[in-house]
């Protein structure tokens, strides 16, 4: 299957900026509901923090923030995060 794109098509950083936007929305209004799906949200929004689009890092953060809410044990969250930063490229940051 071939995927055509063209100039009407969303840009690949807007399509992720609008994910997290509907999956953080998603996460507000159904809140403990969501708890079987806390791990993978958590991989995905934390992934979505090393994108190189700053829209979607700050959506990513907001997301992240309501995952908290939900969450009852943060220490994954910060696990995940820590290895996160531990494995950037220092070349790539700008302080």
Do not use: Y
Not at 9 to 21: G, I
Not at 77 to 86: A, M, R
């Amino acid at each position: 299957m071939e995927v055509d794109f063209h100039e009407n098509s969303p840009k690949p950083e807007l399509a992720a900026s609008w994910f997290l936007v509907k999956i953080d929305r998603l996460c507000f209004q159904t809140g403990a509901f969501l708890k079987p799906f806390l791990p993978q949200l958590q991989t995905t929004f934390s992934k979505a923090l090393l994108d190189p689009n700053r829209a979607v890092r700050l959506q990513a953060g907001h997301a992240l923030a309501h995952l908290c809410s939900i969450h009852t044990r943060i220490d994954p969250l910060f696990t995940d995060l820590n290895n996160n930063i531990n494995n950037i490229d220092e070349s790539s940051v700008r302080l």
